[in-house]
């Protein structure tokens, strides 16, 4: 049975008033930081001119539509460490055109199916989304669809098991994607598709067993790729434009094309001297840069 506990009762607390919650801090500046939110009493407030809220530990557990209504002016928001597992339709939006570059849900029990499919509409300025260490088991395409300037998006540490394709295409300015510490088995073909502007994509930690050969095309600006402890036996084609490559810790199947791939790489791969060999047997925990004149 699921316990829902509103963040409601503090929408009537976040006024025009200068006075702090005794659970708050900085309240005549543009920053307001709360601890034990579930505490606030009627009659103290937020100064709905505030810049930066952040929100930290009590017993919220859904956000409900347009809580933050009144605060077009927040630019840093950040609500971390409650039980919270749902978000409503239009949980952030406000009156005016929001100025929310910078949202943190991270520490939460956000579940996939209590997000409903407008809960971030209205964030046409935000430019950083972390989602960190939530119970995410899948994304949906409609949470991003406002999010025209998102730059950088980290959703690591869940339970996400797929990536379906063009999840992010509506992410064209998106530079940064961690989707480390999940549950993902494969990679497809248009996984990343729209995504020309990024240049760090972190996939580490998951439990990867193949990409598509060409899933990483559509990456023309990619910098830095994060693969380490995974699954993977084969390696996928990869950006010319990659400069720092992590590979260790996989099931690698060490065939004539691996080894030649491996070798062309050597200079982007970050020591490379450290990736052995899982398959065939007779060359298990072979360095893969020594076995070229063994198998090819």
Same mark, same amino acid.
């Given at each position: 049975?699921?316990?829902?506990?509103?963040?409601?009762?503090?929408?009537?607390?976040?006024?025009?008033?200068?006075?702090?919650?005794?659970?708050?801090?900085?309240?005549?500046?543009?920053?307001?930081?709360?601890?034990?939110?579930?505490?606030?009493?009627?009659?103290?407030?937020?100064?709905?001119?505030?810049?930066?809220?952040?929100?930290?530990?009590?017993?919220?557990?859904?956000?409900?539509?347009?809580?933050?209504?009144?605060?077009?002016?927040?630019?840093?928001? @950040?609500?971390?460490?409650?039980?919270?597992?749902?978000?409503?339709?239009?949980?952030?939006?406000?009156?005016?055109?929001?100025?929310?570059?910078?949202?943190?849900?991270?520490?939460?029990?956000?579940?996939?199916?209590?997000?409903?499919?407008?809960?971030?509409?209205?964030?046409?300025?935000?430019?950083?989304?972390?989602?960190?260490?939530?119970?995410?088991?899948?994304?949906?395409?409609?949470?991003?669809?406002?999010?025209?300037?998102?730059?950088?998006?980290?959703? @690591?540490?869940?339970?996400?098991?797929?990536?379906?394709?063009?999840?992010?295409?509506?992410?064209?300015?998106?530079?940064?994607?961690?989707?480390?510490?999940?549950?993902?088995?494969?990679?497809?073909?248009?996984?990343?598709?729209?995504?020309?502007?990024?240049?760090?994509?972190?996939?580490?930690?998951?439990?990867?067993?193949?990409?598509?050969?060409?899933?990483?095309?559509?990456?023309?600006?990619?910098?830095?790729?994060?693969?380490?402890?995974?699954?993977?036996?084969?390696?996928?084609?990869?950006?010319?434009?990659?400069?720092?490559?992590?590979?260790?810790?996989?099931?690698?199947?060490?065939?004539?094309?691996?080894?030649?791939?491996?070798?062309?790489?050597?200079?982007?791969?970050?020591?490379?001297?450290?990736?052995?060999?899982?398959?065939?047997?007779?060359?298990?925990?072979?360095?893969?840069?020594?076995?070229?004149?063994?198998?090819?």
């Amino acid at each position: 049975t699921v316990i829902m506990v509103s963040i409601s009762p503090i929408i009537a607390l976040f006024t025009a008033v200068q006075s702090c919650p005794a659970n708050c801090k900085f309240c005549p500046t543009d920053l307001v930081d709360c601890e034990q939110v579930f505490s606030l009493q009627e009659g103290h407030g937020i100064p709905v001119m505030t810049k930066k809220i952040l929100l930290r530990k009590g017993n919220f557990t859904i956000i409900p539509e347009r809580t933050f209504r009144a605060f077009s002016k927040l630019q840093v928001l @950040s609500i971390s460490d409650f039980p919270l597992y749902s978000l409503a339709n239009q949980s952030f939006a406000t009156d005016e055109v929001s100025s929310l570059e910078m949202l943190d849900l991270s520490n939460n029990q956000l579940t996939s199916c209590w997000v409903e499919a407008s809960s971030l509409s209205g964030l046409q300025n935000l430019k950083e989304l972390t989602l960190t260490n939530n119970a995410l088991t899948s994304l949906k395409k409609c949470w991003f669809s406002d999010l025209v300037k998102l730059e950088k998006l980290i959703i @690591s540490i869940n339970k996400i098991t797929y990536l379906p394709p063009r999840l992010f295409d509506n992410l064209a300015q998106l530079t940064q994607l961690q989707v480390a510490s999940n549950q993902i088995r494969y990679i497809s073909t248009d996984t990343f598709y729209g995504l020309y502007l990024l240049r760090e994509l972190d996939l580490s930690e998951n439990t990867i067993i193949f990409i598509n050969k060409d899933a990483f095309n559509p990456l023309h600006k990619l910098e830095k790729l994060y693969l380490f402890k995974n699954k993977l036996a084969m390696l996928p084609d990869i950006s010319q434009s990659t400069k720092v490559l992590q590979l260790n810790d996989n099931l690698w199947m060490c065939t004539c094309d691996l080894v030649h791939s491996i070798r062309k790489l050597k200079d982007q791969i970050e020591n490379p001297d450290a990736l052995f060999c899982d398959s065939p047997e007779e060359l298990q925990e072979r360095q893969i840069l020594d076995i070229e004149g063994d198998i090819c």
